[in-house]
């Protein structure tokens, strides 16, 4: 069964810095298209940034741009998220997810099929 985990959530005050560390088993994450999405109580999940398996199109939410990056290391077969600058509106649920499918990254949560359970993120003074 595949299994996808999320990590490096936690606490961190508004202008502050997390990394969020994305693995999966038993396959390799660099055979497909990966996402991070943000989830807040009440709303849909929303596409944050999402890489291709060989990295060269890689696309942000209008939000992250210029604070976010995704990026993978093959060999730990871990994709990253490193976030910057955070606003309280960052606060929410952080999920991994891969596409088995496409090519390219999709913006839309119903195009992946793999999901992990998610890590907490909250930005607050």
């Known amino acids: 069964q595949p299994q996808i985990v999320e990590s490096g959530g936690g606490l961190v005050q508004p202008g502050g810095s997390l990394t969020l560390s994305c693995t999966a088993s038993?396959?390799?994450?660099?055979?497909?298209?990966v996402g991070w999405f943000h989830q807040v109580p009440g709303r849909q999940r929303e596409m944050v940034a999402c890489?291709?398996?060989?990295?060269?199109?890689?696309k942000y939410a209008d939000s992250a741009k210029g604070r976010f990056t995704v990026s993978r290391d093959n060999a730990k077969n871990i994709i990253y998220l490193e976030m910057k600058s955070l606003k309280s509106t960052d606060t929410g649920v952080y999920y991994c997810a891969a596409d088995k499918v496409d090519r390219i990254c999709r913006v839309e949560p119903e195009s992946y099929d793999f999901w992990g359970q998610g890590t907490q993120v909250t930005v607050s003074a």
């Open positions: 890489l291709n398996r060989w990295g060269n199109n890689i």
């Open positions: 038993p396959f390799m994450l660099d055979w497909y298209p």
